[in-house]
């Protein structure tokens, strides 16, 4: 069924469509399932380069199993707030996750970045990450500190030695900020390559035009950036049908 667990026969035929290369959608409409299904299964389970069926269906069933198990006491048993199902909780972080690694990031990296947004606070320390995603202090640290080079994260210092990990309404807008920069610099160089292969090579008006295109990409990315940075701090009253343009309410 749609809706039930994936079989171990659905997770070969899996297997194979993505040692075929399909595509997600072309697998998930064979067998009739939704894609986000497939692309969390092939995502948690190696991704495409590493996925086997037979792996992924012990793992699952070892998940299974842990779930049905009394809810462990102590600290390793981060509590959810009032009102939340924590199964709901956990498919959905997973779900984010698996979003985040198919944008680039890797899977650490993809988890410590949900565990943060879907936090109240929108920060955790250290130790509380190495909790709630049961890892080493060590991979922690590697993760904090590339996110924190991709303008995706920030941190702030306590009492003491301990450093607090968050993530604010302007993260997205320097990190938006951020690319376009990446695009100017690329726009550069390519510009460089220009005068020395000769104007009128091919090579050189090949780089002339990645130049003009990634230059129109990263002022388009800076304007649209600046129109919409309102939008990071809007009520929490503004719904989905409101229509009015990002910014246009600014004096």
Request: hydrophobic share 35%; net charge neutral; proline share 5%.
């Amino acid at each position: 069924m749609p809706g039930g667990r994936l079989t171990q026969q659905e997770r070969q035929q899996i297997a194979l469509g993505v040692a075929d290369g399909l595509a997600y959608a072309e697998i998930a409409r064979r067998l009739d399932r939704p894609t986000s299904t497939i692309t969390r299964e092939v995502m948690r389970n190696g991704g495409p380069t590493g996925y086997r069926a037979d792996l992924a269906h012990r793992a699952t069933e070892r998940r299974a199993h842990r779930r049905r198990q009394p809810a462990p006491r102590g600290p390793q048993a981060p509590a959810q707030a009032d009102g939340r199902d924590a199964e709901a909780v956990r498919e959905y972080e997973e779900a984010f996750t698996t979003l985040l690694m198919q944008s680039g990031l890797p899977k650490m990296m993809a988890g410590v970045l949900t565990c943060l947004y879907t936090t109240d606070a929108g920060s955790l320390t250290a130790a509380e990450l190495v909790q709630r995603l049961q890892v080493s202090p060590a991979s922690v640290s590697k993760a904090v500190t590339f996110l924190e080079s991709q303008g995706l994260i920030r941190r702030e210092r306590e009492e003491g030695r301990r450093e607090r990990y968050l993530v604010d309404n302007d993260v997205w807008y320097q990190s938006m900020i951020a690319a376009a920069r990446g695009h100017a610099q690329l726009a550069e160089t390519a510009r460089q390559g220009v005068g020395i292969l000769g104007r009128d090579t091919p090579a050189a008006v090949r780089l002339e035009n990645i130049a003009r295109f990634v230059d129109f990409v990263g002022e388009s990315i800076t304007r649209a950036a600046e129109q919409a940075r309102d939008v990071l701090y809007a009520k929490t009253e503004t719904t989905p049908d409101d229509t009015a343009t990002p910014g246009s309410d600014r004096a």
